[in-house]
């Protein structure tokens, strides 16, 4: 059985090129660039920094409908909580992002692929 692992990220949000990073205490080893998305994972293998570049419109594209009118500046700007759900899987990496504002909450997921030997797909620092 794969177990659901919980974190909470802290949040750092870049109004002026509108970046979303969401980091722990845990040092990048290698990462993964898949188009605006960057995620971030340790030795281990466990997801480290996650950062979104273009916010706004990554996030807007990967909300609900209901949810797609909150997704604003302001509301990156006012977050107050990050928590991230992963789950592994065969050889992928199933996440769920939620992110809580001061009154308003958002959820998104992210699929990605586990990669386990170097690849043009996997960078390190």
Partial sequence: MNL?????FNIDYDEKSDDLFLYNDRDSKGSIEMGDLILDFDSDGNLTPIELLNATTFLRDSVSDKEEKLVTGDFLL????????????SNFLFIKIILTGKKDVISFPINAPLIGEASPALVYP
């Fill in 4 to 8: 659901v692992r919980k974190m909470r």
């Fill in 78 to 89: 006012t977050l107050i909580g990050a928590e991230v759900f992963t789950k592994q899987q």
